[in-house]
């Protein structure tokens, strides 16, 4: 089966740079996105094809994916981003796969 | 407005069956593949299921042989239809609307169902 790693827990402080990795076994051929999911509420797609953002996500959000590793930026981060938030990629042989979700704190 | 609302949820014995809805709007319907994707309490998003514009259908090792995920395009709903269910199987179930091309990120989601597997 194919796996996405990602770390349990980030933490930064208001206004820092928050960087959430997401490892997989020659990830960077595969496109990977992002969702950022708020307690409570359903998960909401925040970056995809690695480096979009759909409409009405904030440009502080950017994405990159290289080689086995896809990366989620969040730039000048506001207290507002403190969420879950999980990568996912689609294998051929697993079809969809989601990262364990890494929990940003902002303090 | 994109608007995807599921139903169905309940709570249902060990090897019990159930049939999820997800009503779409706002959309032509036709034209997106679709998901399931489940969340245990306390635990990440798990995909389950989805349905390609095709009509081809693809199954999570875990629900395979058990659910099935088909669509109504004249009624533009999806369903997910479980059998033999099992604890594990508890979960929000959300459906969620796969963006083209772009392996298979979801860009709009329900608000889930809650299936509890529970003697």
């Known amino acids: 089966s194919y796996d996405l790693t990602q770390p349990p827990s980030v933490s930064v402080s208001p206004g820092q740079t928050a960087t959430i990795t997401c490892s997989g076994d020659q990830l960077g051929g595969k496109y990977a996105c992002w969702y950022q999911q708020k307690a409570g509420q359903s998960p909401v797609l925040v970056v995809y094809q690695d480096v979009k953002r759909p409409s009405g996500i904030p440009e502080r959000f950017s994405g990159s994916n290289s080689g086995n590793t896809a990366t989620l930026t969040i730039s000048g981060t506001q207290t507002v981003d403190e969420a879950d938030y999980y990568c996912?990629?689609?294998?051929?042989?697993?079809?969809?796969?989601f990262g364990g979700g890494t929990k940003l704190t902002v303090l | 407005e994109v608007q995807l609302l599921e139903s169905g949820g309940d709570l249902v014995q060990p090897g019990g069956s159930l049939r999820l809805s997800c009503a779409a709007s706002g959309f032509t319907f036709s034209a997106y593949a679709m998901s399931w994707v489940r969340q245990a309490p306390g635990k990440g998003l798990e995909w389950v299921s989805s349905f390609d514009r095709g009509g081809g259908t693809f199954y999570s090792d875990s629900v395979k042989g058990r659910f099935t995920i088909s669509a109504d395009t004249s009624k533009t709903t999806l369903f997910l239809q479980m059998n033999s269910l099992r604890a594990e199987d508890t979960a929000i179930y959300y459906c969620?609307?796969?963006?083209?091309?772009?392996?298979?990120?979801?860009?709009?989601w329900g608000q889930g169902t809650l299936v509890t597997v529970s003697s």
């Open positions: 969620a609307r796969v963006v083209p091309s772009s392996g298979w990120s979801l860009d709009a």
């Open positions: 996912q990629a689609w294998d051929s042989v697993t079809d969809v796969v």
